[in-house]
């Protein structure tokens, strides 16, 4: 990835988004919110407040800065490669997913490796995983500025695939850049550290529910003599 | 858009098999001949229509790269990829390109030929909404329509700049005849999405996906899109596409008659 390519994607569109984005929210209720709230408060429902493209973008560019290195490649170790076999049969398998989904987003957007945890209405938005694969890894791709925060994921990895990303070094020849990316850019070492809060996360969300579950049926509980049933004995109560 | 209809149900025309240098250009008849009994299996192929002009022609304004990579390779694609698709399925026989874009569209559920038949129209629609010492300003129907429906020309181009400007992604801005509303408007389009599928009559295109003017422009849109608007716009191709439009949607004043 070259020099000049950075120079623009980083020194001008990134720029631009985060110059914009202060803009749009300085003396809104979204100023001084974190920038992931920004996301999911202006996604709306998928229907998108004006801030969202840009406060989505300036999260997805740090995030993909982040996801590479030079020297980078590879293969993952440790917990994330076990996870990867599990959750997609092999590391090459899971490879083939992700460089498809990364070819075949048409127009502008994301492909994305994400940790998804225990949820199904995700409230925000529509699920694109729902139910079955929980707790897993999955390959999400995702349109213009859109990223798997507001699903609720966990993003690991991504790879951008708006066409300023890379024709100034492989113009129109997208899975080219897309296996150069995975060959020579990617940086397992944050996409494991990543894993290691999304699980993190998602534990100490099941510990919530739990409590909360505990919570509920307690005062469930107390209420039962008050309760009035209309037919039946009040001896075949719960 | 230069596509001539394949009719599957014409009569088995000798000439066409004895004279391959008579098929046209963007429409071929193949026959495979299985015997008498069996039906023929005929499929309609789309060709890569060449731009109006050569491929440095738009120089300065739109590098000749530019034209290499954006039609050589990425237009070409696109048609590669729907010859493809109608080589598997023969629903989509005997349509023109206008009709297969409004059918694949399918009001907004899209079949998986949608994206390919519709890029193929939007990037032949592309290369003959330019020419090389475009610009300045149309005339005569065109121009007094402009004025009548966006106030004034300067109107009229700083809302299709702008609109190239805001649009977010990957698209496309229009000048559009409505014809519900007979009049013009301008209109900018997510990715593919082209007027067509709302039977409506574009006039003008812009293509705003980054590859039409990343080699040449990097992120500079602004400069990209009055470029366009100052050097590379053909309003000689606006001019046969409305007088072609008239026919379809009345833009004059109803003529009532004197008792």
Known sequence: ????????????????Y??????????????????????????????MLPPFNNAAQAWNHEFFWESMKPGGGGKPSGELLELIERDFGSFDRFLEEFKSAAATQFGSGWAWLAYKANRLNVDNAVNPFPSEKDKKLVVVKSPNAVNPLVWDYSPLLTIDVWEHAYFLDFENRRPNYISVFMDKLVSWEVVSKRLEIAKARATKREMEEERRKKEEEEENSEDEAVEVYVDGDESESE | MG????????????????NPSKIPKFCHSRRQLHGSQRASKIIA????????????????????????VHWGELHRGYVEGLNKHLAKDDVLYG??????????????????????????????????????????????????????????????????????????????????????????????????????????????????????????????????????????????????????????VNLGEPKIPIA
């Open chain 1, 1 to 16: 990835m070259s020099k000049d390519t950075l120079e623009y994607h980083w020194g001008k569109h990134h720029r631009a």
């Open chain 1, 18 to 47: 985060v110059e914009n984005l202060n803009k749009q929210i300085v003396g809104t209720e979204l100023d001084g919110m974190s920038l992931e709230d920004v996301i999911i408060v202006s996604y709306n429902k998928g229907n």
């Open chain 2, 3 to 18: 596509s001539v209809t394949c009719n599957p149900l014409a009569p088995p025309s000798t000439h066409l098999l004895l």
């Open chain 2, 45 to 68: 192929y789309y060709g890569l229509k060449t731009p109006p002009y050569k491929l440095d022609a738009l120089e300065p304004y739109m590098s000749k790269r530019t034209l290499e």
């Open chain 2, 95 to 248: 349509y023109t390109l206008d009709e297969l874009v409004k059918v694949s569209y399918n009001s907004g559920n899209p079949l998986p030929v949608f994206n390919n038949a519709v890029q193929v129209w939007n990037h032949d629609f592309f290369w003959e909404s330019m020419q090389p010492g475009g610009g300045d300003i149309p005339k005569y129907g065109v121009l007094e329509q402009i004025e009548k429906d966006f106030g004034s020309f300067t109107n009229f181009k700083e809302k299709f700049i702008g609109a190239a400007l805001t649009l977010f992604g990957s698209g496309y801005v229009w000048l559009v005849l409505k014809r519900e509303e007979r009049r013009l408007a301008v209109v900018k389009t997510s990715n593919a999405i082209n007027p067509l599928v709302w039977n409506d009559i574009p006039i003008i295109s812009l293509d705003m996906w980054e590859h039409a003017y990343y080699l040449d422009y990097k992120n500079d849109k602004g400069t990209y899109a009055n470029v366009f608007m100052n050097h590379l716009v053909s309003w000689n191709a606006a001019m046969s596409r409305m007088a072609r439009a008239e026919a379809f």
